[in-house]
């Protein structure tokens, strides 16, 4: 298991920031389903106790949509996604990789994930990043 270590992030503005526990060198899975190929999201996944709001968090938005079991969480002020409560892990957290600070970060690998035909693929997902 490779060591993780504590990464801070947060929206555009600052008016939300976060920590994950992550390794430094970040593998991300970016998603062609509608929501996160308009957002441009990189997804790196991190368990309840991996990851927490450091502020703001009254300052974010949420909006659900389709089955209504993701959490996507915007900043109010600049509106900006740096993390939500994915359907295909519904019990842990998706963090922005754009959104964490790149001082911390040694590497990023970016790996595709066919999330436009989800359900055929969703599987392989939660095989491959576990929460």
Known sequence: MTDKITHKGGCHCG???FEVQAPADITAS???CSMCSKTGFLHVFAGPDEFTITSGA???SEY???SGVARHLFCKTCGVKA???PRSHPEGWSINANCIDADTIASLTIEEFDGA???ANVAKLR???PV
Request: hydrophobic share 40%; glycine share 0%; with cysteine.
């Open 15 to 17: 008016t939300v920031r």
């Open 117 to 119: 035909n989800w359900e």
């Open 30 to 32: 970016r998603c062609n």
């Open 64 to 66: 659900r949509f389709n």
């Open 127 to 129: 095989a491959e990043h």
């Open 58 to 60: 009254d300052a974010l």
């Open 83 to 85: 993390f939500y409560v």
